[in-house]
């Protein structure tokens, strides 16, 4: 393919480098001209282990050219892809400047007498909407021409690392590609064929929160190994012995468990072991922020989940909820965060019902027995059968542990909480 490639930082100049070594031919633009300069000579104007041998022997065989003004090469490129910088503003969010500004230059030297839709790939890091809410209005205002024939707009985030810039494109984790229907890009596909990744085709916003999530997680990571760290560190337990152990366990640890969005967590340990460990924490002056702020957390998402369920619900409206234990498959109820949200239900005025064919009020036992009487003495008189569900109506049914599929349910409403949507 013919691409041209606006901004020749870190990203821009990896994929320049990577594409060209697969045989594209590649225009790369940048409004630094001693970049520029510096690509055509075979010269790398950043330091990135085999960046510059790759660019040397694009420039020798002639796939690479680099310009400050990119609009006579658009004419016969089949891709444009952006890589410009997002850097932060002074309130925290993406200074998207320079996105506005190259988009306006690549949809100005759109020619309208096209044969084939430019495709204008976004790299960059954008907050999500921004292809719905700037790039797109930029094109559709600028472009001279039937623009649905003349320009197609895909964001295609980058998950490579400094220092192993040239190893992660050619093996990335994943691709993900938004499209304005979700679907698959032919272009695309020609663009990423040698690389060995699972492809998520998906609609722009959730291509656009991809990074975002991906690195505040890693974020999390970091300040969480760190917090443990410390806490080890203060009362002389090996640090590194403990990591090795962390990651050595791939099944609940290293792992999807407990990474989906759904409810809040709780039952008898988590939250005993989190105070507890903060309590440790600040006992040897490890200030653990990150540990401090997960019960709150926790408690914020039990608020959003309430408000989720009830918004719009009159009071008195009937309610069920599917499940009350802290998971499937068992009768402990301590600290489940299902029993809070009963509580919530039943003191705003809600005629709830509860099935958990888990639980038998008469067999529950010492501190579950002891903290359902605390919680949720009416317990008896909430619970139905899945007879009585069976044949009643029901203003909103709430699934907190996925138990949904061997009832038969007549509800206004369905609110699956065990897997937020
Ligand atoms: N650096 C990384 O490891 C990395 C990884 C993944 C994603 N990203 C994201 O990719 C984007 C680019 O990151 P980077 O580190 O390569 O940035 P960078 O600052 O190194 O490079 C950006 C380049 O864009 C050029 N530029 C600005 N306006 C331009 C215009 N109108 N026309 C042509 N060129 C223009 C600048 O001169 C600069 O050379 C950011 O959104 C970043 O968040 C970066």
Redesign the pocket.
Known sequence: MKIAI???????LTATACLTAEGHSVVG????EK?VRETNAGLSP?KEPGLEELLKKAVDAGLLRCVTD?SDHLRDSDMAIV?????SGPDGS?NMS?IA??SR?IAASIESGRKQPLTVVY????RPGTTEELIRPIFESTVRGDAGKLFELVYN??????ST?IEDYFHPPKIVVGTHDGLPNARMDELHKNLDAKVFYTQYREAEIT?FVDNSFHAVKVAFANEIGRVCMQLGISARKVHEIFISDRKLNISPYYLRPGGAFGGSCLPKDVRALQFIAADVGAHSRLIDSLLRSNDAHKHFLFEHVTTGLAPGASVLMLGLAFKNDSDDLRESPKVDMARKLLSAGFALSVYDPHLEPDHLVGQNLGYTFLHLPTLPKLLVSAEKIAATHYDVVVDMNGMAGALTLDCDRFVDLNCLQ
Do not use: M, N, W
Request: hydrophobic content about 30%; proline content about 6%.
């Open positions: 606006y901004g020749l930082g870190y990203v821009g633009v940048d409004v630094s970049k950043i990119g890589c410009v910088g997002t850097p993406h320079y500004e190259v230059q790299r960059s890091t954008i985030p980058e998950f490579l690392r400094e810039a990074k």
